[in-house]
């Protein structure tokens, strides 16, 4: 049986950004989506992918390295505002 996978496909610099953020840490710390957000942001303000899609290639990296995510991105006014 043939079975054909969806491949995401990455932008390398996008991806460059996301490991240059993790690379200050170690197998087994745990980091926070919202500082590691910053880092990024930081290292290339004319980034435009999503928070979202940043959330989701720093979650597959760090858990491929072993590492916890704290997921403290969003604001308290965000999270009020997708409960309503």
């Known amino acids: 049986m043939n079975v054909a996978s969806e491949v995401l496909v990455m932008d390398p610099t996008v991806q460059d950004l996301v490991s240059f953020a993790l690379s200050k840490f170690r197998a087994g710390d745990t980091i926070s989506t919202r500082a590691m957000l910053d880092v990024i942001r930081q290292s290339d303000p004319a980034c435009e992918d999503s928070d979202d899609h940043l ?20 604001s308290p006014d965000e999270r009020l505002q997708r409960l309503s």
């Open 55 to 74: 959330v989701e290639l720093i979650v597959m990296a760090a858990v491929g390295k072993t590492m916890g995510v704290v997921f403290d991105h969003r």
